[in-house]
């Protein structure tokens, strides 16, 4: 067991060494000099200048020596400065990662919520006339783009019943009923294919534990459907579910620059993309590794629960 | 992962020797019959197993029709994709224009028509890519096992950690914006995931006993791989196809919807939506349509290769 979690663990560091790797090398090919990004508007400038803000950023320096700089920097904590604010990351991103949190998390509530009910009731009926209705919806909410959820309901709840507000953004601490106002139809854009995702999940994996003998022994020995399903389903069906929405919300984290983007909501997401647009290195490297660490840390800290919850993974 | 988790597990029983042996069709696993044999009966089978189920036909049918729009549609459009009709800005649906117009007076319909294309194109040069390197990469990786299937795995583990969409935008803007760039950032993007579904299968494949006769006789690897393996993978693949379709075309959608790949005149759906979407108040039309039309097609593969799962899976089919 313990061994299966130091080898979990372990793992994770040559992912971020690759990530990090990665990331640098299609960064750093975005064609575009840097030192464009850095002057702004500012075009008249001479060359030797030009060479000196290279130099003071260190982009002068080969490749190799800027990748393995900027690793020590990351490593002891310290992302680095954004080129076109000048504002250091580590600033940036306590300000925007609680809005992206949020959102992720309204998203899995309202995403999570009917997909296990409704998965489990599907699976409990199964090939009655709502386990179908349920197959097809959630087929159906695969299928919807977020952004054209967010686009109708902008339509219905902004435009047309004026409830909601089609765009910005207001923090919690300000004012929590119009923040949870803004949030709420960039939440419903994210959490309603999620809500999709989940319910096959679920549905799946409560039926394949209805198969399993112990639940045929459980009813054999006349304990009620009640009973069976709350004492032998559902724990043992719930494991895999749970790391699946654990799974399933990190990577909405990563997942929300339309979402963003649609409705003005200053998350990372949007963030990383405007870098990207601007061409702002730092703040894409850096930004993305710890999008990308988050990730990676999450599913591994599922992993290792996954273990510990199911005994029958801890001899593998 | 969580793809992984739900379609690696099944694979033993293969599609070829189901409709033969009845219905219920726990077949055994053919033992050391050719699989060049096989491969007749099995396109066929593959048809049979479609038509039975529901779903996956209306899905067929869904895709088809888009699919049909795609290649002989724009030489039926009413209009030209980019032709300006300015007395026509942001007209609802009239006779002339079916679906109405957008913000330049241009014909919805024919743009939505003239998007198809790139839609399919994207997703089958897209998942072309994935599916080839994913099976390549996959192959290997299952039949070698030991380090091999380490280092490639750990690769596809740093590929894997990106969230998905931010991958793409970062590659589309290293390669710099335009169709064929987002075939390729789709296509690696989606790499993983088919690596792990191909790897899975030929790890639960690699040990039955006809590998096992092939080795005997002094088959080659690539033999052994391309003849008998590869056969056997093929229910789980084709799954994934079809929903890795799903994806692609939603990957196109909203990397255009971002402003990224197709070039501005000529129409994407994504873009499309986008762009109607600051008129929105004013012409939902020219917004809801392309929606309309991609969520159908998205909805079609997915009706596809769920229905395909469902009667390729054996696990799922038999039980009570």
């Excluded at chain 1, 040559?14 to 464009?36: A, C, E, K, M, N």
């Excluded at chain 2, 760039?181 to 790499?191: F, P, Q, S």
């Excluded at chain 2, 873009?271 to 004013?282: N, R």
């Amino acid at each position: 067991m313990l061994k299966f979690i130091l080898q979990r663990v372990l793992l994770l560091f040559p992912v971020l060494l690759g990530v990090s790797l990665v990331t640098f090398i299609i960064v750093r090919s975005i064609p575009g000099d840097p030192v464009d990004v850095l002057l702004g508007a500012d075009r008249h400038t001479t060359q030797e200048q030009r060479d000196a803000i290279a130099k003071s950023y260190g982009l002068d320096q080969p490749m190799p020596v800027q990748y393995v700089k900027w690793l020590g920097h990351v490593v002891t904590g310290d992302l680095g400065k954004s080129l076109r604010t000048k504002r250091p990351l580590t600033q940036e991103l306590r300000l925007r990662l609680p809005v992206t949190v949020e959102l992720t998390l309204l998203a899995g509530i309202i995403g999570a919520t009917p997909a296990l009910i409704f998965g489990v009731l599907a699976a409990l009926r199964r090939n009655s006339t709502f386990d179908w209705v349920a197959t097809v919806g959630t087929l159906v909410g695969i299928s919807l783009p977020n952004f054209l959820l967010a686009t109708v309901m902008v339509l219905i709840f902004s435009f047309k019943l004026k409830w909601l507000p089609p765009v910005g953004y207001t923090p919690f601490t300000k004012d929590p009923v119009m923040n949870l106002k803004t949030m709420i139809m960039p939440a419903i854009s994210l959490g309603l294919p999620l809500a999709a995702i989940l319910m096959r999940f679920t549905r799946s994996s409560v039926l394949e534990v209805l198969n399993q003998e112990y639940v045929r022994v459980a009813r054999a020995k006349g304990l009620s459907q009640r009973r069976v399903v709350m004492r032998h389903v559902l724990p043992n069906a719930g494991i895999p579910i749970l790391t699946i929405v654990g799974i399933q919300l990190a990577a909405l984290l990563g997942g929300t620059v339309i979402i963003e983007q649609i409705f003005g909501l200053p998350g990372v997401g949007r963030y990383i993309y405007e870098a990207i647009a601007n061409r702002d290195y730092p703040v894409v490297q850096s930004v993305t590794l710890v999008m990308a660490t988050i990730f990676v840390v999450v599913s591994v800290v599922v992993d290792v629960l996954y273990a510990v919850l199911d005994p029958r993974l801890r001899t593998r | 992962m969580s793809d992984a988790t739900t379609t690696t597990t099944k694979t033993t029983a293969r599609p070829a020797t189901g409709t033969s042996g009845g219905e219920d069709g726990r077949a055994p696993t053919p033992l050391g019959r050719a699989a060049a044999v096989a491969a007749i009966p099995k396109r066929r089978t593959l048809w049979q197993v479609i038509y039975r189920q529901k779903l996956a036909l209306t899905g067929m049918c869904i895709v088809g029709f888009f699919l049909v729009v795609a290649l002989i549609g724009p030489f039926f459009a009413p209009h030209g994709a980019t032709e300006q009709f300015s007395a026509f800005r942001l007209k609802p649906p009239s006779r002339e224009f079916p679906f109405g117009n957008d913000e330049f007076g241009r014909d919805v319909l024919s743009r939505l028509i003239y998007g198809a294309r790139i839609s399919f194109q994207v997703g089958i040069v897209s998942v072309g890519i994935s599916a080839t390197v994913g099976v390549v990469l996959g192959l290997i990786a299952g039949y070698f096992r030991g380090w091999v299937d380490n280092i490639l795995m750990l690769f596809m583990d740093v590929l894997y950690a990106f969230p998905t969409i931010l991958l793409a935008i970062a590659i589309m803007t290293a390669l710099g914006s335009s169709v064929v760039n987002v075939m390729i950032a789709i296509g690696i993007v989606n790499v993983p995931t088919f690596m792990r579904v191909v790897r899975g299968a030929v790890l639960s494949v690699r040990n039955q006993t006809y590998v096992e006769a092939a080795n005997a006789i002094g088959a080659s690897t690539g033999r052994i791989m391309l003849l008998h393996i590869f056969p056997n993978i093929t229910a789980p693949l084709i799954v994934h196809v079809s929903l890795n379709f799903a994806f692609a075309v939603l990957a196109e959608a909203s990397l255009a919807y971002l402003g990224l790949g197709n070039k501005p005149p000529s129409p994407s759906w994504g873009s499309m939506i986008s762009s109607s979407y600051q008129f929105l108040q004013l012409a939902p039309w020219a917004a809801l349509f392309p929606g309309a039309a991609l969520a159908l097609t998205v909805l079609g593969f997915n009706l596809l290769g769920d229905g395909l799962r469902d009667a390729l899976d054996p696990r799922l089919r038999s039980e009570a």
